[in-house]
T-cell receptor, first 115, second 113 residues
Framework: NAGVTQTPKFQVLKTGQSMTLQCAQD?????MYWYRQDPGMGLRLIYY???????DKGEVPNGYNVSRLNKREFSLRLESAAPSQTSVYFC??????????????FGQGTRLTVV | SQQGEEDPQALSIQEGENATMNCSYK?????LQWYRQNSGRGLVHLIL?????REKHSGRLRVTLDTSKKSSSLLITASRAADTASYFC?????????????FGKGTKLSVIP
């Protein structure tokens, strides 16, 4: 199994440009998450989707939108990129949050630079 | 704000020594998890301890949980150079119909051969 796949792995944007980060999981997990990781800040939750058809804001949602396209796919969109959004973005999924299979599986990350 | 905070921020030890990392959190939890991140990679789940457990083992890993102090520790015994990585604790926030997993800032472990 591929697990959690993120595309692209690297991206450079100019300020004001838009882009969508893609995430897909093949483990039939219910919940999916987008985090950003900045030096000294750890991982901060941007948005999450508890189940297909639902999305909720996390700790740092401003400047982002998400779409849970189906059970497999959860995309993150930057409508007008800003230098403050330069970061490494991670997608994660969990089979059954709060129950037995509750560990998160992570993608390899997307390193985004906004100039 | 972030739920978990690891301590120390960085730790450097010799191969063969034990490494201990601590995590403190703020609110009640259902479980606490520890993850590892190698440089430039995604996080990998190591071990989960439930709120009604006090200690758990997995190979060279030992995790303790003290819910009265809202703290956990991760002990890696007989460390190896390959253990060099960042380690994060994660706590859950279980609400109606949703589930958030929040991470601390991590402890960067360097194991010197």
């Amino acid at each position: 199994n591929a697990g959690v796949t993120q595309t692209p792995k690297f991206q450079v944007l100019k300020t004001g440009q838009s882009m969508t980060l893609q995430c897909a999981q093949d483990m039939n997990h219910n919940s999916m998450y987008w985090y950003r990781q900045d030096p000294g800040m750890g991982l901060r939750l941007i948005y999450y989707s508890a189940s297909e058809g639902t999305t909720d804001k996390g700790e740092v949602p401003n400047g982002y939108n998400v779409s849970r396209l189906n059970k497999r796919e959860f995309s993150l969109r930057l409508e007008s990129a800003a230098p403050s959004q330069t970061s490494v973005y991670f997608c994660a999924s969990i089979r059954r949050p709060g129950q037995v299979n509750t560990e998160a599986f992570f993608g390899q990350g997307t390193r985004l630079t906004v100039v | 704000s972030q739920q978990g905070e690891e301590d120390p921020q960085a730790l450097s030890i010799q191969e063969g020594e034990n490494a201990t990392m601590n995590c403190s959190y703020k609110t009640s939890i259902n479980n606490l998890q520890w993850y590892r991140q190698n440089s430039g990679r995604g996080l990998v789940h190591l071990i989960l301890i439930r709120s009604n457990e006090r200690e758990k083992h997995s190979g060279r890993l030992r995790v303790t949980l003290d819910t009265s102090k809202k703290s956990s520790s991760l002990l890696i015994t007989a460390s190896r150079a390959a253990d060099t990585a960042s380690y994060f604790c994660a706590t859950d926030l279980l609400g109606a119909g949703s589930y958030q997993l929040t991470f601390g800032k991590g402890t960067k472990l360097s194991v010197i051969p």
